[in-house]
């Protein structure tokens, strides 16, 4: 069961698919896999990861998409920010 959910949100990821909050850019590594650089958003901020340790190779579109997914995290965590909580 476990390996079957791995399979499907595997292939939902590649479709494009991801959780609301997060942004993913797909990459290679140095020896040339497949990776991704994930970004979310925490409760101190903005958080960078990757499937795999860097140095990454990402093409020039992609460099794109990591600006504006960085872009629209830090401007969705301000707006978080900003937000007046409930009491």
């Known amino acids: 069961m476990r390996r079957s959910c791995a399979a499907v949100f595997g292939a939902l990821a590649k479709w494009g698919w991801?959780?609301?909050?997060?942004?993913?850019?797909p990459c290679r590594d140095r020896a040339g896999h497949r990776a991704s650089i994930q970004v979310a958003i925490a409760p101190a901020g903005v958080v960078v990861t990757s499937s795999a340790p860097g140095p990454w190779v990402i093409d020039p579109l992609r460099v794109g998409r990591l600006r504006a997914a960085l872009r629209d995290a830090a401007l969705t965590f301000a707006a978080l920010e900003d937000r007046p909580e409930a009491s």
């Open 18 to 25: 991801q959780q609301e909050g997060t942004w993913s850019i």
